[in-house]
């Protein structure tokens, strides 16, 4: 299953949303990969088993389950997340990528890629449904958090 999506994290025709800076984005970013438990709800913990150059190889923590994957940070454009598949886990990937169309407008591109089976059945249609709206959601909770990491707005550690 493929399925991407598209958050605008800027909108200059709304003064109740801060706007954030590329940069601030980005900070973000990196702090979702450094520190994903921040982010991702039933995560205990994540070790990171060896860092090089732009790459992330690390191992997460979920009660007995551990599951086991790459990032690879593209300095202020994107971070891709590469899971890979065991027997309980779907393998697959996940990139985040920044877009600006034009100054102050800023988007954050999901584009997951999984080994999910494409939907023939409506039961499948429907199973597909579901975790797309899973994902928009956690990805929602991550534009979010992000905001308040980075511009200090409230604790996000309250939410854990």
Same mark, same amino acid.
């Given at each position: *299953?493929?399925?991407? &999506?598209?958050?605008q994290?800027?909108?200059p025709s709304?003064?109740?949303?801060q ?21 991702v ?5 994540? %070790?990171? $088993?060896?860092r090089? /150059?732009? #790459?992330?190889?690390?191992?997460? &923590? ?11 940070? #593209?300095l ?9 598949? %065991?027997?309980?886990?779907?393998? /697959? !990937? +996940? %990139? *985040?990528s ?7 407008? +800023? ?6 890629? #999984?080994?999910l089976?494409?939907a ?6 429907q %199973? !597909?449904?579901?975790?797309? !709206? ?6 929602i909770?991550?534009?979010? $958090?992000?905001?308040?990491y980075? +511009?200090?707005? /409230?604790?996000?550690?309250?939410? &854990?």
């Amino acid at each position: *299953m493929n399925f991407e &999506h598209l958050i605008q994290i800027n909108d200059p025709s709304n003064p109740l949303v801060q706007p954030l800076t590329r940069d601030q984005l980005w900070e973000g970013l990196v702090l979702r990969a450094e520190q994903p438990q921040l982010f991702v709800l039933g995560l205990d913990s994540c %070790t990171i $088993l060896a860092r090089e /150059g732009n #790459t992330l190889e690390r191992e997460l &923590h979920y009660g007995q389950a551990t599951v086991r994957d790459r990032v690879t940070l #593209t300095l202020r454009e994107s971070v891709r997340y590469d899971i890979l598949a %065991t027997e309980t886990y779907v393998g /697959g !990937s +996940l %990139t *985040m990528s920044i877009e600006e169309p034009e100054e102050e407008q +800023l988007f954050l591109r999901f584009d997951y890629r #999984t080994t999910l089976p494409t939907a023939e059945t409506e039961d499948d249609r429907q %199973t !597909s449904e579901i975790v797309k !709206s899973a994902y928009r959601e956690s990805d929602i909770d991550t534009v979010r $958090l992000i905001r308040q990491y980075v +511009l200090g707005l /409230g604790d996000p550690e309250a939410r &854990h």
